[in-house]
Every structure is written in C-alpha cells, then in structure tokens.
Nanobody, 129 residues
Framework: QVQLVESGGGSVQAGRSLRLSCTNSGILYYGKCMAWFRQAPGQEREGVAAVYARGNNYYYADSVKGRFTISQDNTKNTLYLQMNSLKPEDTAMYYC??????????????????????WGQGTQVTVSS
C-alpha cells in the first residue's frame, strides 16, 4: 500500500528557500514516476516538477525552472523539492504524487494529474513579499 506524506511547508519571505519532503511508506515497482503539484486558492492544480526514476529523467514547469529542484533518496524512500528564490506567486498547497509507471509518462503528461494514482494530503507553502 502506497502512502505519501508531505512535510516541510511553512511561511517564508520572498527570496528565501524551503525544502519539501515526501515519504512513501509503500513500494512502487515498474519505472516509478513521482512528482510535485501545487494548487493555489481558486486555481487548478498544476504540475511543478516530476521525475521518472528508471530513466533518471526530470521535468519542470516553466514557472519554476532554475529555482526548484526535484530529487529522491531511494534509501529513505523520500522525494524532495528544493525551492529557492521563492516568490509570492509560489504560495500554494503542495502535493506529492506517485505512480508505478510501466512506461515513462513523458515531459507533458508527467506534469498532469492524470498520470498519477497516489497522492499525499499536501503541505502549505506561503511566501510573503
């Protein structure tokens, strides 16, 4: 049973950094796709960053390229999102998502909700100006 638990959210000023963590208490086989999504109030959930473990492929939304980095520690079964140079528009609930992925999702679908069957409960990130 895959269970995802996010942590690391908080309130920071613009320009500062945060690192989110997502711990998976279950086991994912196949190629393993994992991603971070976010949802701001009144807006749709959007993909932020994704990784396909088997191919070691990484994908980012244009809005976070160069500022956010997704990584994983397989020994700890944990996914990370390092967020630097945070902006007020990064304020949102951040969600971890995972899927076994028999095949890679690709650069577009990796950042779409439909590609993932497992979701965490989210962690809030608030960035003030």
């Amino acid at each position: 049973q895959v269970q995802l638990v996010e942590s690391g959210g908080g309130s920071v000023q613009a320009g500062r950094s945060l690192r989110l963590s997502c711990t998976n208490s279950g086991i994912l086989y196949y190629g393993k796709c994992m991603a971070w999504f976010r949802q701001a109030p009144g807006q749709e959930r959007e993909g932020v960053a994704a990784v396909y473990a088997r191919g070691n492929n990484y994908y980012y939304a244009d809005s976070v390229k160069g500022r956010f980095t997704i990584s994983q520690d397989n020994t700890k079964n944990t996914l990370y999102l390092q967020m630097n140079s945070l902006k007020p528009e990064d304020t949102a609930m951040y969600y971890c998502a995972a899927d076994p992925c028999p095949n890679e999702l690709g650069p577009i679908r990796s950042l779409q909700e439909v590609g993932y069957n497992y979701w965490g409960q989210g962690t809030q990130v608030t960035v003030s100006s």
